[in-house]
Nanobody
Framework: QVQLQESGGGLVQARVSLRLSCAAS????????MGWFRQAPGKEREFVAA??????DHADSVKGRFTISRDNSKNTVYLQMNSLKPEDTAVYYC?????????????????WGQGTQVTVSS
């Protein structure tokens, strides 16, 4: 089992930066691929970014603005979000997949956090 806990969300104005963190506990963190997803009201959950050993992937909508990273010594994955836009408003979820690679499909991830709200005002 892997337990995930997100933090760092909040209410911010457009164009500012925010960093989300996801602390993992349970099985060795380094064995898992990690991802960030988001879900806006009335919309489906969508892929944001993923990271594995030597690989990262970012959705086109956030490429160049968001950066995923991980610190295996702290069992933590981060999502640095710059130049935030109102359309980035959503609940952001951290997820873990017991596989290699950087999967974009939510069903590839077996463990999920509770989510953290990010609201960007114009």
């Amino acid at each position: 089992q892997v337990q995930l806990q997100e933090s760092g969300g909040g209410l911010v104005q457009a164009r500012v930066s925010l960093r989300l963190s996801c602390a993992a506990s349970g099985r060795p963190f380094s064995n898992y691929s990690m991802g960030w997803f988001r879900q806006a009201p009335g919309k489906e959950r969508e892929f944001v970014a993923a990271i594995s050993v030597g690989y990262t992937d970012h959705a086109d909508s956030v490429k160049g603005r968001f950066t995923i990273s991980r610190d295996n010594s702290k069992n933590t994955v981060y999502l640095q979000m710059n130049s935030l836009k109102p359309e980035d408003t959503a609940v952001y979820y951290c997820a873990a997949a017991a596989r290699v690679g950087v999967p974009r499909a939510a069903e590839e991830y077996g463990y999920w956090g509770q989510g953290t709200q990010v609201t960007v005002s114009s």
